[in-house]
């Protein structure tokens, strides 16, 4: 049910932001957004919320989601802020009703796979 | 083993994620409505640089060219003082961030509107040797609303722009006939320069090769380094995500 409604919130998303693809979705591009995805969920979603989650839910998931969204901002710019912050804390959720980082880390797996499609 | 959530607490989680889902959704559509182009859902992963859209593209890119256009971005005032803001071209070569205060206010003014237009280099002053021109030279013009006159900046914000090709440094003229070289850095890969912005006026990439490097639309050029800095980032964090807690167990196990 939780990785139903992340990727339905990401498909949501992906309509809503428009845009075609910048590249065919080639083996490549799939298994290297992929592999970030995975990579950035056990990290943030594993490693950081596990270190918070002594301090409470909203602390793990407030934590984890705005070190994902100023990880991002360093790379992408000041507008995507609201926007990768709001993804973070959504995954930190995803990470708390489930008690697993393989949920938001599939979620994330979709949702950079829709980036090429 | 862990307790399965009552029904109440299972229904209490659901709500609770689907109020961050629309958040995020409301996040994308303020994101929409603030960039004014197409966003990413996460803005991550592997994504090889569009193709470089020219004013007046090479024969070999003439084919599948999309001409930029001119287009306006507004930054309102609020409090007494501009907001923060960034700003793109119609084709995303160009992005303005601005601080907040970055244009003084002026009596009745309800902002400034930011023009920015593609121009083909070929129709303005030389570049001073040995630099010539890279990509589209872009005129930026910073003028209040409504009365149109022309608004100075009061802080400084910054400029990035991307070029088709790597490029030695980024040129500025205030009337498109003179130019000087800005100080510059790259930002992420060799064809985005970045640099402080002061001052409205004409902005154009330069390089000092004798010859055009790039062939075709440069959608190539810097993806190796690219793909070389995503693929260590995400094993360095592969490497803490899981050896953390495997070095944390092995240090428990061993106490």
């Given at each position: 049910m939780v990785l139903a409604v992340g990727i339905a919130t990401f498909g949501v998303g992906r309509l809503l932001a428009g845009g075609t693809a910048a590249v065919p979705a080639t083996l490549r591009v799939l298994a290297l957004n992929s592999f970030a995805a995975v990579a950035e969920e056990a990290f943030f979603r594993r490693l950081v919320y596990g270190a918070l989650a002594p301090n409470g839910a909203p602390v793990a998931v407030g934590g984890s989601g705005l070190l994902f969204a100023a990880v991002h901002f360093t790379v992408?710019?000041?507008?995507v802020l609201p926007l990768d912050l709001a993804a973070g804390v959504f995954l930190g959720w995803q990470r708390w009703a489930t008690g697993s980082w393989t949920v938001p880390a599939a979620t994330h797996v979709i949702a950079n796979v829709l980036v090429v499609i | 083993v862990a307790a399965l959530p009552s029904p109440p607490a299972r229904r209490c989680r659901l709500g609770v994620g689907l109020a961050l889902a629309s958040l995020y959704v409301a996040a994308v559509a303020g994101t929409l409505v603030a960039v004014q182009r197409p966003v990413t859902p996460l803005f991550d992963g592997v994504q090889p640089p569009p193709p470089y859209r020219w004013v007046d593209p090479p024969v070999d890119a003439a084919g599948t060219n999309v001409k930029p256009v001119s287009n306006r971005a507004e930054v309102r005032f609020e409090g007494g003082a501009s907001v923060l803001s960034a700003l793109t071209s119609d084709d995303g070569q160009i992005i303005l961030n601005l601080p907040a205060g970055a244009f003084p206010t002026e009596p009745d003014s309800t902002g400034v509107m930011v023009t920015f237009t593609p121009l083909d280099?070929?129709?303005?002053g030389r570049t001073p040797a040995p630099l010539r021109p890279e990509g589209n030279a872009y005129r930026v013009e910073t003028t209040y609303r409504p009365s149109g006159g022309a608004a100075p900046l009061a802080a400084a914000g910054n400029i990035v722009v991307t070029m088709p090709e790597a490029a030695e440094t980024i040129l500025y003229s205030s009337d498109g006939r003179a130019w000087e070289r800005v100080p510059s850095q790259e930002l992420g890969d060799s064809r985005t320069l970045g640099a402080s912005f002061t001052r409205a006026g004409y902005y154009l990439g330069g390089i000092d090769s004798p010859q055009r490097r790039m062939v075709g639309t440069g959608a190539s050029n810097g993806t190796g380094g690219v793909l070389l800095a995503v693929v260590t980032t995400a094993a360095i964090a592969l490497l803490l995500g899981f050896g953390a807690p495997v070095v944390r167990r092995l240090r428990r196990r061993t106490a």
């Open positions: 992408y710019g000041a507008w | 280099p070929a129709g303005l």
